[in-house]
């Protein structure tokens, strides 16, 4: 598994309560240039949107900026910014109904890496961090990192 892009302010901002893991619905090019390295999670989230009144509804990946792969020459129209659908089973989208509909939870993507060569998205369900909880974290990796350190000097 080789991890193409993380989001690193996600698990600073978010208490990461659940991960679920997806595939994307991409153009050729667009994987072409994700497996190249040229994708952004920053400031990305997942979002659940009914397309069809008799379909289930399908969850996007929003404001992931995936560049044009240079090779492939320009395309006329494309937006770099544009909603990409995921794929996960029903059991999974019904689960993210639910805990997306709940007051402070929301559908936030960490990584993009690739498995058996098809490339998937980890999202994970996440309740935003305030202020204090962030300066928390920030003392207890302090604390452990002077524990080590010290314990790395007596032996």
């Known amino acids: 598994m080789g991890t193409l892009a993380f989001n690193r302010q ?3 901002d ?9 595939g ?34 399908t969850p996007f990946l929003v404001k992931a900026h995936i560049p044009i792969y240079k090779p492939a020459g320009q395309k006329d129209e494309y937006d770099s910014y544009r909603d990409r659908q995921l794929l996960l ?3 999974e989208i019904n689960q993210l109904i639910g ?14 890496y690739t498995k058996h060569n098809l490339l998937k998205l980890e999202i994970a369900v996440g309740r935003g961090k305030k202020k204090v909880d962030k300066r928390e974290d920030i003392k207890k990796r302090d604390l452990d990192r002077r524990i080590n350190a010290l314990k790395k000097r007596r032996f």
């Open 14 to 22: 978010y208490e990461i309560l659940k991960t679920y893991e997806a």
């Open 99 to 112: 805990k997306s509909q709940e007051a402070g939870l929301t559908l936030i993507p960490l990584k993009v």
């Open 24 to 57: 994307m619905v991409l153009r050729g090019y667009e994987v072409k240039s994700v497996k190249s390295g040229q994708i952004n999670l920053k400031g990305s989230y997942v979002v659940i949107k009914k397309i069809d009144k008799d379909k289930l509804p």
């Open 89 to 91: 089973n029903k059991g």
């Open 10 to 12: 996600a698990k600073r």
